[in-house]
């Protein structure tokens, strides 16, 4: 499949994204060319079978070093596969499909549930929904501007 370059976005190689399908308002991640599929951080992983088609329920916390905003998901489990990570470790991770806004205009990403505490983003979006309309700018971020912050004030009795 070729791309029209002249067609596509450009987008930077860190962004912040909407899950709509999973309820993920906003999460900061990292385009990766590099990568085939796209990953999630994923935690309290747990399968399930129900009507004879696999799910899997799962929570995601969007924002780095804080549990809020946490969400709980339930999808139907779309393969398995073997992933290499960066440091050459190999694992078979569960694999759905997740519905990734960028710029306003949704993709379909064949996404890995994985651990990624460690990791600086909580998502990584590989080059399998790249192609489906985005360029990466390797020396630009947040092209499609930042998450709104709710600031949240604390009353300290004064008014």
């Known amino acids: 499949m070729q791309t029209d370059f002249h067609s596509s976005t ?17 999460i900061k991640a990292k385009l990766d060319t ?23 329920r799962f929570r995601v916390r969007p924002w780095q070093k804080s549990e809020r905003d946490s969400v709980e998901v339930e999808c139907p ?7 290499r990570s960066s440091s050459g470790h190999s694992e078979e991770r569960i694999v759905v499909l997740v519905e990734v806004e960028l710029f306003g ?17 909580r998502m990584l979006i590989g080059r399998e929904a790249l192609r489906q309309g985005f360029v990466v700018d390797p020396g630009e971020s947040f092209l499609g501007g930042r998450a709104p ?10 008014e």
């Not at 450009?10 to 962004?15: L, S, V, Y």
């Not at 990568?35 to 899997?56: C, Q, T």
């Not at 205009?105 to 983003?121: H, K, W, Y």
Request: hydrophobic share 40%; glycine share 10%.
């Open 105 to 121: 205009r949704t993709v379909i990403a064949e996404t890995t549930l994985s651990n990624r505490d460690q990791m600086g983003f």
């Open 77 to 83: 489990v779309h393969d398995r596969r073997l992933v």
């Open 149 to 158: 912050r709710v600031i949240r004030r604390r009353n300290r009795g004064r």
């Open 34 to 56: 590099g990568a085939r599929s796209s990953a999630l951080h994923a935690f309290d992983v747990e399968e399930l079978r129900r009507d004879g088609v696999d799910l899997v």
């Open 10 to 26: 450009i987008a930077g190689w860190r962004e912040w994204v909407s899950l709509p399908g999973i309820g993920v308002p906003w």
